[in-house]
């Protein structure tokens, strides 16, 4: 009885902790294997695009000093259709989508992160500055999981400023229509 009480119990704890980082498609910020805070190996998403329906959640797992940002883009966009220009502004299909000189004054010294949260802006994770690494896991703190719950296209992007507009750490949601086609 006590065999059986333990596997269980075993079960459940793997099934809750499973749970938790549940997604049905996963995005890695950042390359494990190139974990240096200035390798530009580690300045990417991968995939860099990844289709889901209403209702499913994308996993951003984070390897690094990155930050998850998220914001709605023109419908069926690609990476093609970004344009960064000199102004700063990051256009897509010839719309402005966001502004990658409005940044986060709190967080200064060091590098600059991306604080514009105008009406494209979806969802942000948490900022790297934020985690005390002697004390807590702070790839698995900026991780995020997100349901996407209206279909479209989404342009997710490095909160990291000189890891957006130097090495274009960026990557596409598409997110269908629940039973819909692909």
């Not at 704890?13 to 980082?21: A, D, H, M």
């Not at 329906?53 to 990155?66: I, L, Q, S």
């Not at 010839?94 to 600059?112: F, K, Q, R």
């Amino acid at each position: 009885m006590k065999w059986f009480v333990t596997v269980i119990m075993a079960l459940l704890v793997g099934l809750l902790s499973s749970s938790v980082v549940f997604a049905d498609k996963k995005i890695d910020f950042g390359d494990p294997d190139f974990p240096a805070p200035m390798d530009p190996r580690n300045h990417v998403l991968i995939p860099n695009e990844v289709t889901v329906k209403v209702g499913e959640t994308v996993r951003f797992h984070v390897y690094g000093f990155h930050q998850v940002m998220v914001y709605e883009v023109p419908e069926n966009a690609t990476l093609d259709d970004v344009e960064i220009g000199a102004d700063g502004i990051v256009r897509v299909d010839n719309v402005d989508v966001l502004d990658t000189t409005i940044l986060d004054s709190v967080h200064s010294p060091g590098p600059n992160f991306i604080h514009d949260h105008n009406t494209n802006f979806v969802a942000g994770g948490a900022n790297p500055r934020d985690f005390d690494i002697a004390v807590v896991n702070r790839d698995e703190g900026l991780s995020i999981n997100l349901t996407f719950a209206i279909p479209g296209t989404y342009l997710v992007l490095c909160g990291v400023q000189p890891h957006t507009v130097n090495d274009r750490m960026m990557g596409i949601v598409n997110v269908k229509p629940r039973g819909g086609q692909n």
